[in-house]
């Protein structure tokens, strides 16, 4: 039994994302589409002379479950790269997730990192910190985080910048890959290296909060082959719970 498990488990439901009365540039929908072109979420362009100009929806069976200005798309993850995160110059507590984005749980994504495509992985990335400042801002709870090599967390700025913070809060920080780096004596973030599969090839990012309290989100992504990832991410507590216990059991 490995991670891989939990793909399986994925609902997939049917929800599309509609853009209404868009008057941004062409080219912000033609990215918007890019980026979830061969995904199991639609994108139409559609006018509604009620509705307000450029607003993207979350559309499942027939019902609108989220909605968000265009714009936030486009600062979130249409108009950035990667290196936004990996440098830190987009800090923790500004990172958002627009809830036309965050509402695409329960998903399989089929993701692929550059030079093959150039945005599709970023959204794996952004989800990824929007869970590191859920962590952050609860001030409490345990993050689980696979980086397949620890050495990720010395070697990119900005990911070394988010564990210092996440290691300073009352946060329990436990981080998983192949051996590579070690925290500093005062640092009170407990590795778990090991070359098995799901060190090798997963990556996840978990928080459970405290007993009784809401917040659970997890992030799981495997490797299919070089650089092409399989994933989703949800915020059912008996899944994240699951994958929690999963995670603490083998790795």
Do not use: C
Not at 148 to 163: A, F, K
Not at 188 to 203: K, L, R
């Amino acid at each position: 039994m490995t991670l891989r498990r939990f793909l399986d488990d994925v609902d997939n439901p049917d929800r599309s994302l509609v853009v209404i009365n868009r008057q941004a540039p062409e080219p912000v929908q033609r990215t918007l589409e890019k980026m979830f072109n061969g995904q199991p979420v639609s994108v139409e362009e559609v006018d509604i002379p009620t509705e307000s100009d450029d607003q993207v929806l979350v559309v499942e069976d027939g019902a609108v479950i989220a909605r968000s200005p265009l714009r936030e798309l486009q600062d979130a993850i249409l108009t950035v790269n990667s290196d936004l995160f990996i440098t830190g110059t987009r800090q923790l507590e500004e990172v958002d997730l627009p809830d036309a984005l965050r509402e695409l749980d329960e998903l399989p994504f089929f993701l692929r990192g550059y030079p093959e495509a150039h945005s599709e992985k970023l959204l794996l990335i952004l989800v990824s910190r929007y869970i590191e400042r859920v962590a952050w801002e609860h001030h409490s709870g345990t993050l689980r985080t696979s980086f397949q090599s620890l050495d990720r967390i010395e070697d990119e700025i900005g990911t070394n910048q988010v564990y210092r913070r996440l290691d300073d809060s009352p946060v329990d920080v436990h981080v998983y890959g192949t051996p590579g780096w070690e925290p500093p004596p005062e640092s009170t973030v407990t590795i778990h290296a090991g070359y098995e599969q799901d060190f090798v090839e997963s990556w996840f990012v978990v928080y459970m909060p405290p007993d009784g309290e809401d917040g659970h989100v997890a992030l799981l992504a495997l490797e299919d082959g070089p650089n092409e990832w399989s994933g989703f991410w949800t915020y059912q507590p008996e899944k994240v719970e699951a994958l929690e216990d999963y995670i603490t059991r083998r790795l």
